[in-house]
Nanobody
């Protein structure tokens, strides 16, 4: 399974970005797709997860600002990030789970103050 993420970039605080991730290489729907992030000097942390069927989970730090959704193709996932803060600056990784975990290459999000 390969995951391709896109949509990162530079934005001012208070702005918005939308990340996208598409999985390929499997005929099956990934049971969970999500986003993790890693800031310099910090461990990778879960940002948001979407379980096929609709359940979602968010890190406390992004609740009310970020929204995760799946595309009509179940192996695509989006992360709408609103009211971005400088502390959201990190490399964002797409994650997919189907028996094993799979990771995308990461996309950099930089929020300037």
């Amino acid at each position: 399974v390969q995951l391709q993420a896109s949509g990162g970039g530079l934005v001012q605080a208070g702005g918005s970005l939308r990340l996208a991730c598409a999985a390929s290489g499997t005929p099956f729907n990934l049971t969970v797709m999500g986003w993790y992030r890693q800031a310099p000097g910090h461990q990778r942390e879960m940002v948001a997860e979407h379980v096929i069927g609709g359940a979602t989970r968010y890190a406390d730090s992004v609740k009310g600002r970020f929204t995760i959704s799946r595309g009509s193709s179940k192996n695509t996932v989006f992360l709408q990030m609103n009211r971005l803060k400088p502390e959201d600056t990190a490399v964002y990784y797409c994650n997919g789970h189907l028996i094993s975990d799979f990771w995308g290459q990461g996309t950099l999000v930089t929020v300037s103050s």
